[in-house]
């Protein structure tokens, strides 16, 4: 970890489940030294379905490269653990309802006042205000209540649930932002701040474009209704997007396909949108999906092959933006760090921690003595 671009990077983990534990991760990827503090039972996403080999394939693919420390903060001694590990971080971040951790000891007002430095990074589903505030929540309900659902339907109208948690994964993205905007403006004045982040303003600024265009609901023509940027399916079943926004896109679209009489109905309305769809639906019909796409490649136009899971790992270009991540004696195929730096790369792949793996190692460095550690356990505070 000493060599990625945010080496010397202090983080205290206090996430589980999706959003908090992708953003620390994406910290450690570049260098930060991540410590996760478990519950004695783990995070949720050890447990959960498939494993690779006897790991949860969700718990290696949001948690490598951190330490596990396991701790039982409900306790005061817990609590108490947790506060002097807070002392010597640059960054805490923390997914529990507002008010949790304030009523231990932890909240941002006291670890503020203690480690004036700090970045504290709160990471809930509807912020830390608000009539919400206190609500349950998973990635499904900030989808709906943004308007992904509401737009993005089936053809028979019934909102179609995404393969990928949205809310969850862009909250993370943006946790990882606002710490390092905190951490930049601590280097401006010296003192760190409560950074506040939430699942359904994640899930809304996704909507941001379709928002803007037309509060009754989003425009046509990012949502597949002209033909210069839909989805056809091919004679073996297969599927081409096609994303010919640019007119220059769109008439080389038209002058490979044959069909040079439909370069000026890009935007059409009406019956000629209608009509024009159905040209082209009937001609990519005509062939199967990797005959188009080795036809179409050469003549630069916009269309790419619609993949399942299964082929992006064999496909050239989305190849190698992965990489075999260890998860005990197996292998796990996974996203590389999505950010290349060309004087602080990113290091290799490291495997996601045992749980309470490195409880000793990381306590001992924090002033606790090999007695404090056997009193802790004896009183169940540490497993």
């Given amino acids: 970890m000493s060599g990625g671009a945010l080496a010397g990077l202090r983080v205290l983990d206090l996430t589980r489940y999706i959003p908090g534990p992708y953003a620390t991760m994406m910290l450690a990827d570049l260098g930060a030294d991540v410590v996760k503090v478990e519950a004695p039972g783990g995070d949720p996403t050890r447990a959960l379905p498939p494993a690779v080999g006897e790991e949860s394939a969700a718990h290696a693919a949001l948690n490598r490269g951190k330490r596990s420390v396991v701790v ?7 609590a108490a653990v947790v506060r002097q590990l807070a002392l010597g971080m640059d960054v805490l971040v923390e997914s529990f309802r507002p008010g ?8 941002p007002e006291a670890l503020l006042e203690a480690n004036p430095r700090l970045v504290y990074c709160s990471l809930t589903g509807y912020g830390q205000d608000g009539p919400y505030r206190d609500r349950a929540g998973h990635d499904i309900d900030y989808a709906a209540l943004g308007g992904f659902l509401g737009s993005n339907r089936d053809p028979d109208g019934r909102p179609v649930i995404p393969t990928t948690q949205v809310a969850d994964m862009t909250a993370g993205l943006l946790t990882a932002f606002g710490v390092l905007a905190a951490l930049h403006a601590r280097e401006r004045t010296g003192h760190g701040q409560h950074v506040d982040v939430s699942l359904l303003r994640a899930a ?25 940027y839909t989805v056809y399916r091919c004679r073996d079943g297969g599927a081409l997007a096609v994303g010919a ?41 005509s062939r199967d999906r990797d005959d188009w796409v080795s036809a179409l490649a050469p003549q630069d136009v916009c269309v790419e092959p619609v993949l399942a899971l299964d082929e992006v790992a064999a496909h050239p270009a989305a190849a190698r933006a992965l990489m075999d991540a260890p998860v005990g004696r197996a292998r796990l195929r996974t996203v590389a760090p999505p950010v290349r730096f060309s004087r602080t790369p990113a290091e290799p792949p490291l495997r996601a921690p045992a749980l309470g793996e490195h409880t000793d190692e990381v306590l001992g460095q924090a002033g606790f003595t090999r007695a404090d550690l056997e009193r802790l356990r004896r009183e169940g505070v540490l497993a």
């Fill in 245 to 285: 926004l640019e007119a220059k896109f769109w008439e080389r679209l038209c002058q490979a396909l044959g069909k040079p009489e439909l370069a000026g109905r890009q935007w059409a309305t009406g019956d000629t949108r209608v009509q024009t769809r159905a040209a082209l639906a009937a001609l990519f019909a």
């Fill in 72 to 78: 039982d903060i409900r306790t005061a001694d817990g």
């Fill in 204 to 228: 809304l600024a996704l909507m941001s474009l379709p928002l803007a265009r037309s509060p009754g609901g989003p425009a046509d023509e990012l949502t597949g209704a002209y033909p210069c």
């Fill in 100 to 107: 949790v951790l304030a009523r231990q000891g932890l909240g």
